[in-house]
């Protein structure tokens, strides 16, 4: 994934999540929580991008 590529998809999202947290209500806490999870998902996804963390596809949940 080129560099150019890498800062467009994260302009998007911080546009995206702004856009979310300026124009649809909701309770504080809720908006606190998908920033949370919005932050946390984009830097495990930099993560992986660049090679920094192994690949979450072998990770098996239960038995």
Known sequence: ???ISL???LIVVGVLLWLVNTYIPMDGKIK???NAVV???VVIWLLQVFGLLGSLQNIR???
Do not use: T, Y
């Open 1 to 3: 994934m080129s560099l």
């Open 7 to 9: 800062v467009v998809v």
């Open 32 to 34: 606190s929580i998908l």
């Open 39 to 41: 932050v946390i998902a």
């Open 61 to 63: 949940v239960g038995r």
